[in-house]
């Protein structure tokens, strides 16, 4: 095909289709499909096309365009591509060359997602006019329809179009036939902003090679106890939830279908547990920005690299050498202020301490370890929270009085030393630290019940009660009553209910 139009910069593959058709005046979808595709059955699609070796081969006499550069230069892959296992990478790259039948979007976890893809049609007027200026003409653009956000990341609200994009399976509308419809202005807040800025950096990475589950749990509890939300191996989720909700509105969250009680199946709640599935783009985005705000996306990407499992090389990052140093040094001299002023323990629950000590924790562990240890603050050692002599008294004096109480009840269940600690106030620290009570120990070994003493017991009981009745204590009645069997009564017991 002549004439096939070059892409522009983050332009999807849906507008250089639509462009395509307009250079060469088709105006029925399934022709235009036969010239571009060759296949009349081809779904316009916005987020994640497929058919892309067709498109790459239109674009041979230019030399680049493969069908990699395709995917992560002018589709939402890479919105998604970071968060699905490698396997997955892989296979939904080789279906998106060919045809796929919607598997991909499956298979990437777009489908049963909770952040929806967009299906109507929507552009950035100011994003419009430039375009206009620079090229002569307009095209749609990635950054217009990032999942769940309506807005640009340079100019705010975006424009809604009544129309929606699956209306018509077949045809590629052109950006200037879609400006004059019926259209709407769509609300946006600084929280949206910023998740769109976000998103824009993550797209803009290389193309590198996804982490594993592994990794994505090890990174986020490692998060989880470098801001204190853990207890041990369990993590507070509690606690990181309103730490997201300090950053991010109950609007916000609700628009984006992630606001709801911490219930076993809440989103964060399994994010910070074991990864068994992908998570949205959004997701991850909110919790970075919640925990680690200034860190950019690539940044974050390389740590979870290096978290757990095999180590992959490092993706690109999109600063300088110069500008890491800078950012270094202003950070140092953040957390050297902080420290000085809270004490370097204090200091990571003040603002954005957390986050920063983080950062600094993950890449510049020496030099943090370093300054911390010089300035760290002399803490007095605890009291002894426990009188363990004064307890083993009283437990042991309590034990007694329960022993002598129950002498001559004679229907209380067998008077063993599990039972016993059961009847003391502190039962649970007393049996984890019975080794620093001797008396107890003393009083345990000596009046504890064995099993002959309990039986007899048991004997004794029913023989008393059938005296009392008068009725005559045969030895059949007195074992069915006690609930004992010659199979089950100790030979001391047995010789005992002969002499009856």
Not at 286 to 298: D, E, F, Q
Not at 445 to 473: F, G
Request: proline share 5%; net charge positive; hydrophobic share 40%.
């Amino acid at each position: 095909m002549l004439n096939f139009p070059v892409p522009y910069p983050s332009e999807l593959i849906y507008s250089i289709v639509a462009r395509s058709g307009t250079y060469l005046g088709i105006s029925s979808p399934k022709r235009l499909l036969d010239e571009v595709y060759g296949d009349r059955k081809v779904i316009a699609t916005m987020d994640l096309p497929c058919h892309l070796q067709a498109i790459s081969n239109q674009l041979k006499r230019t030399g680049r365009y493969s069908v990699d550069e395709l995917v992560y230069k002018h589709t939402l892959f890479p919105l998604y591509a970071p968060f699905v296992s490698e396997e997955h990478r892989l296979r939904a790259l080789k279906m998106m060359a060919a045809s796929s039948q919607g598997a991909v979007h499956l298979m990437l976890g777009v489908a049963a997602s909770r952040v929806k893809s967009v299906h109507g049609f929507r552009y950035c007027a100011a994003c419009v006019q430039q375009q206009i200026k620079a090229h002569g003409e307009c095209f749609w653009l990635r950054e217009w329809y990032f999942p769940g956000l309506g807005v640009c990341p340079d100019h705010g609200p975006v424009t809604l179009l009544s129309e929606n994009i699956s209306e018509h399976r077949h045809l590629f509308l052109p950006l200037q036939q879609a400006i004059g419809k019926t259209q709407s202005c769509a609300d946006v807040d600084s929280e949206q902003m910023a998740l769109a800025c976000l998103a824009r950096e993550l797209m803009q990475l290389s193309q590198g090679i996804s982490s594993s589950f592994e990794q994505w749990t090890a990174f986020y509890h490692g998060l989880a106890v470098d801001f204190g939300f853990s207890r041990g191996k369990q993590v507070l989720h509690d606690r990181v939830y309103d730490r997201i909700r300090q950053q991010f509105s109950v609007h916000t969250l609700s628009e984006f279908h992630l606001q709801g009680p911490i219930s076993e199946s809440f989103w964060l709640r399994s994010m910070f547990r074991k990864h068994r599935k992908s998570f949205s783009y959004l997701e991850h985005l909110i919790v970075w920005a919640a925990l680690l705000p200034g860190t950019s996306p690539a940044e974050i990407l390389n740590q979870v690299r290096k978290s757990g499992g095999k180590i992959w090389p490092a993706l690109d990052l999109t600063c300088t050498p110069e500008t890491l140093a800078v950012v270094d040094t202003q950070k140092r001299e953040t957390w050297q202020r902080l420290a000085l002023e809270r004490g370097t323990k204090a200091a990571r629950k003040v603002g954005l301490g957390g986050a920063l000590y983080a950062w600094l924790y993950r890449n510049d562990k020496a030099w943090l370890m370093e300054f911390n240890k010089q300035h760290k603050l002399p803490r007095d050692l605890p009291g002894l929270k426990v009188d363990w002599h004064k307890r083993d008294m009283t437990a042991s004096r309590h034990l007694l009085q329960l022993i002598y109480q129950s002498d001559l009840r004679l229907d209380l269940p067998r008077l063993s030393a599990n039972w016993l600690l059961q009847q003391l106030p502190n039962k649970a620290s007393i049996s984890k630290n019975i080794r620093k009570l001797p008396l107890v120990n003393k009083v345990l070994q000596r009046y504890a019940e064995s099993i002959t003493e309990y039986q007899l017991r048991r004997i004794c009981c029913i023989y008393t009660r059938l005296k009392d009745e008068h009725i005559p204590p045969k030895k059949w009645l007195v074992l069915r009553m006690s609930g004992l069997s010659k199979e089950r009564i100790t030979p001391q017991a047995a010789a005992i209910l002969r002499m009856l």
